[in-house]
């Protein structure tokens, strides 16, 4: 894009040091010579970069990038505020510190830095908002880091920007009547562990990582049938298919984990591969391979060692084993669950379960399957559901793996469960945290 416009990238600024994928900083630096600016830290890159005092400006044209130092989601979280050539301020890009509608939570530099925990940061963050961020113009522009769906927060809207002066309206974390105490209490509530890939994802995002393109390279290759059956023998490697759900459910290489290309693939790898040194094959839908390797490469999954040539067809083709996970639609759910013999799984957020859940449902949510995998019967037909019949796959398949076969997936998951409205479901309570 820089070089289309005949631009030439200046600066690469880092709110602060990530925690849910790869920032790519790195690369950037290295295509552009762009400077690396960080925030103020006393933390010790594996690269060069500069290391910004609080309030230091750079020119970038015309115009003037202001860095405000805002500790709080991590010690070094930093804002970069946008002065026109006027002196105008016209928008601050907040990073995790302040999101549309929320804000960056605090416990996840502490899984870094052992002295630090949630309610420093949190108290930090208070200061962060109070101090620097709300004084700041009505009309001044947000954009934050991140939206809906992110770890990084707990009720981020999906809304990529908005006026600081309506934040200051709709925000919860920004009312101006809750004290420092009635804050960090809020900040804190509701959250749940983050995904266990997130402290590795820092110290890559700290000491330095792999070029991307090295990576991708290396986790792209194609792999004959014979080959990728011998490499997926050793038990050091797991097979993860991208397909989509229902591909998967029809026929899967035994053993292989599905987290569909098409869903939150980055946080879903992340949290049930739980090691970015995990070595791992592919299946994948002919064409996307690539961008199997590059979605693995920027959440620091570097040891991908390809992928299926000709996918199922050419496993099928050549006679090596298949398997399958049974997957209803909820017509068909209706007319065989049996209330009195079956049971129902729900392995949505805690969260989203309580705000509505069928009667009677057990909630095993897949962030924590290994800890709620024994709520599960062995010997019982289990129906299992999430919000829309991605999340499910991504349970039933590891469910499948561990050596349960009564799981039957139910397609459309709650969603369409309710809309069916011939299951009893409990009466809806707004949820307070999407965590």
Wanted: charged residues 25%; aromatic residues 8%.
């Amino acid at each position: 894009m820089a070089n289309e416009r005949g631009a030439k990238i200046k600066y690469v600024f880092e709110t602060h040091f990530h925690a849910d994928f790869v920032s790519g900083h790195q690369d950037l630096a290295a295509k552009t010579g762009a400077t690396i600016v960080f925030g103020p830290t006393k933390m010790e890159t594996g690269f060069e970069a500069l290391i910004a005092t609080d309030e230091q400006e750079f020119k970038v044209g015309n115009a003037t990038v202001k860095l405000l130092h805002t500790p709080g989601h991590t010690l070094e979280s930093s804002c970069y505020l946008l002065i026109n050539e006027d002196g105008k301020e016209e928008a601050i890009f907040t990073g995790d510190t302040l999101f549309i509608g929320d804000v960056g939570r605090p416990d996840l530099a502490q899984k870094v830095i052992k002295d630090l925990t949630p309610e420093m940061l949190a108290g930090h963050l208070y200061d962060s908002l109070h101090n620097k961020i709300m004084p700041l113009a009505d009309d001044l522009i947000v954009y934050p880091a991140h939206g809906k769906g992110s770890a990084c927060g707990k009720m981020m809207s999906a809304e990529t920007s908005d006026t600081l002066g309506n934040q200051k309206k709709v925000n919860y974390a920004l009312n101006p009547q809750l004290s420092k105490e009635e804050f960090i209490a809020e900040i804190l509530n509701g959250l749940t562990p983050p995904p266990s890939y997130f402290p590795q994802n820092v110290l890559m995002n700290i000491q330095g990582y792999a070029g991307v393109d090295e990576v991708v390279s290396h986790g792209s290759k194609p792999l004959e049938v014979d080959q990728f059956a011998t490499i997926a023998e050793d038990t050091d490697v797991m097979v993860l298919d991208t397909r989509k759900a229902d591909e998967y459910a029809s026929s899967f290489i035994p053993g292989a984990i599905n987290v569909g290309l098409d869903g939150d693939f980055a946080v879903w790898v992340g949290t049930v591969l739980k090691d970015v040194n995990q070595k791992l094959v592919f299946v994948a839908e002919e064409g996307r391979e690539e961008e199997v390797a590059v979605r693995l490469a920027r959440i620091g999954f570097d040891s991908a060692l390809g992928y299926l040539k000709g996918g199922m067809d050419a496993w099928v083709a050549a006679n090596y084993p298949t398997d399958s996970i049974q997957s209803l639609t909820v017509d068909v759910f209706n007319q065989k669950f049996n209330t009195e013999t079956d049971t129902v799984l729900d392995v949505r957020r805690k969260s989203e379960y309580e705000s509505e859940h069928v009667i009677g449902a057990i909630n095993a949510p897949l962030d924590y399957f290994d800890e709620n995998l024994a709520t599960v019967p062995k010997d019982k037909t289990t129906y299992v559901h999430c919000a829309g019949g991605y999340r499910s796959m991504i349970f039933a398949s590891l469910a499948k793996a561990k050596g349960y076969n009564n799981l039957i997936n139910v397609e459309g998951g709650f969603k369409a469960i309710k809309e069916n409205g011939k299951i009893e479901v409990s009466a809806y309570v707004c949820p307070t945290t999407l965590l």
